[in-house]
């Protein structure tokens, strides 16, 4: 048997049907404030993905500083689940602009595989990778990891114009 549908309330906006675009593995949903995007993490996807952050963050009025700030986010965030998770994984990436700050958010199915830090500073040329957690500190000071019924979400503010992240 399947459990009740829940719909949308009055006040969750709806996205635009039917989607921006959908592939084989990459569904993108416009909404009022941004986007959600399901897709399957593969390079292709990914390029894409950073496409349309920049297109939205810039589309809402906010200058391409950010906007490189919120693609470079999204695709390290992305990287980040593909590393934990394997390639072709299930992402959720989820993106809200002005008029208060540029939300980035990533959901992955892995619950227990949270991001970890290396103990080597981020200018250490030891290493070749490494560095996302360090850019995610600079970029979004504050950034959070909840686990979530379907595995955990990474959640990650930008201010911009003298805003401060709620």
């Given at each position: 048997?399947?459990?009740?549908?829940?719909?949308?309330?009055?006040?969750?906006?709806?996205?635009?049907?039917?989607?921006?675009?959908?592939?084989?593995?990459?569904?993108?949903?416009?909404?009022?404030?941004?986007?959600?995007?399901?897709?399957?993490?593969?390079?292709?996807?990914?390029?894409?993905?950073?496409?349309?952050?920049?297109?939205?963050?810039?589309?809402?009025?906010?200058?391409?500083?950010?906007?490189?700030?919120?693609?470079?986010?999204?695709?390290?965030?992305?990287?980040?689940?593909?590393?934990?998770?394997?390639?072709?994984?299930?992402?959720v990436v989820q993106l809200a602009g002005p008029p208060e700050q540029v939300l980035v958010e990533v959901h992955d199915p892995e619950r227990a595989a949270a991001p970890n830090r290396r103990k080597a500073a981020p200018d250490n040329d030891q290493f070749d990778s490494g560095r996302g957690l360090w850019i995610l500190d600079a970029l979004a000071p504050g950034w959070t990891v909840e686990p979530t019924p379907f595995g955990k979400q990474v959640r990650c503010c930008l201010p911009y114009e003298g805003r401060s992240c709620v």
């Open positions: 048997m399947h459990d009740a549908q829940v719909l949308p309330g009055p006040s969750d906006p709806l996205p635009k049907f039917p989607p921006e675009l959908a592939i084989c593995g990459f569904y993108l949903a416009i909404r009022p404030d941004g986007f959600v995007l399901h897709m399957s993490a593969s390079a292709e996807h990914l390029r894409e993905m950073r496409v349309q952050v920049f297109k939205e963050v810039c589309g809402a009025g906010v200058d391409e500083e950010v906007a490189d700030a919120a693609r470079l986010v999204a695709s390290e965030l992305v990287g980040n689940a593909v590393r934990l998770c394997g390639p072709w994984t299930p992402v």
